[in-house]
């Protein structure tokens, strides 16, 4: 049995969340080897207004125990982004050192792009975002606040020992697929310290992984490589900040980011990791019964594939692909009238085995 902690947060995330939680059931009930046991998490921005805090203190001692997490979103309009990002979803992924996000994209089956691509196949990325450290690791703080001579500081920290394991881990999973390419994305150019350190423990890494072929990027650079070249990317590496705004850019392209999945991991499984849409908490459709459940459907096959019930996680993907084929079962994002409570029972139905 797999316990699974549910953390569904703010906004959609209370939509999705529950019908993840509907699709990871129904596939139980198909597999007689495959069972869960779910905690529900009311952790967000309405606890934040009970008990001035995103989560309880102790909180991550309460999901130790679990094999993974599927999280929702953390947002609120009510609450100031940094209080929601830093008290929440960051406060798991750096309390469980789930120091590698990785974003699969492609498009899907019946779902287009916005660039005029030949074939769908010319976009097939995974990009692997340094989750622990870097633009984001916390590093700064404000002096003389209100004041003319005001200073703010935010420190991009960089650590061999972070730098290695991520450009280790980015070589793996380039190594695991079938053009074993990997694009290491920097901007050394302007960086000149830890960036070009960056640079050079890549080069150092690549060494230990002769069958893969590498290149490297500026990141500006890679934008327009992402619009212009897509079929030249495979496996892309990137600086918590870059490879943010890289993989977002990167759901656009495949369509929408309301399909885009992404997993926290813990290489070493010392602690669970966290599975998430990346569509965020979209308050202004919330209780419309519009939210695309997509995005977390898939977040849960990167999950089955993490739990290593890779059959499983090969059904459901399957099973998504049928229904984003069907025009008439997409979501308002995607230029349909679908609602979220049809697409999940879609999903559901393909899930049952051909008669």
Request: glycine share 8%; net charge negative; hydrophobic share 40%.
């Amino acid at each position: 049995m797999y316990k699974i902690a549910l953390i569904p947060g703010d906004g959609i995330g209370k939509e999705v969340i529950p019908a993840g939680q509907q699709i990871l059931q129904a596939l139980s009930g198909m597999e007689s080897h495959l069972d869960f046991e779910f905690s529900a998490f009311d952790w967000g921005g309405d606890y934040y207004r009970l008990h001035h805090k995103m989560m309880p203190d102790e909180g991550l001692n309460a999901l130790k125990g679990m094999d993974a997490i599927l999280f929702g979103s953390a947002g609120d309009p009510d609450i100031p982004d940094h209080i929601t990002l830093w008290g929440l979803r960051l406060k798991i992924c750096q309390g469980f050192d789930q120091y590698a996000n990785v974003r699969p994209t492609r498009i899907l089956p019946g779902i287009e792009s916005p660039l005029k691509l030949k074939h769908q196949a010319d976009l097939d990325w995974v990009i692997i975002r340094e989750n622990s450290e870097g633009e984001y690791s916390g590093v700064g703080g404000r002096v003389h606040a209100g004041l003319p001579i005001e200073v703010a500081t935010d420190l991009s920290m960089m650590t061999r020992a972070g730098v290695e394991r991520i450009m280790r881990y980015a070589f793996k999973v380039a190594r695991s697929r079938a053009k074993k390419h990997l694009t290491i994305v920097t901007k050394s150019n302007a960086q000149r310290h830890a960036m070009v350190m960056w640079d050079e423990i890549g080069m150092q890494i690549s060494q230990e992984f002769p069958d893969v072929r590498w290149d490297k990027e500026l990141v500006d650079a890679a934008t327009a490589r992402m619009v212009n070249r897509p079929q030249t990317l495979d496996t892309m590496v990137a600086t918590n900040l870059h490879a943010d705004i890289l993989s977002d850019l990167a759901a656009a392209l495949a369509g929408s980011l309301g399909i885009a999945p992404t997993g926290n991991i813990d290489p070493e499984r010392r602690y669970p990791s966290m599975f998430e849409p990346i569509h965020g908490s979209a308050f202004d459709i919330m209780g419309k019964g519009w939210a695309n459940p997509i995005g977390t459907f898939w977040s849960c096959a990167m999950m089955l594939e993490h739990l290593n019930e890779q059959a499983s996680a090969k059904r459901l993907m399957q099973a998504i692909e049928r229904v984003t084929a069907q025009t008439r079962l997409h979501t308002r994002d995607l230029g349909g009238l679908a609602t979220t409570a049809q697409v999940t029972q879609a999903v559901i139905d393909a899930l049952q085995p051909s008669p």
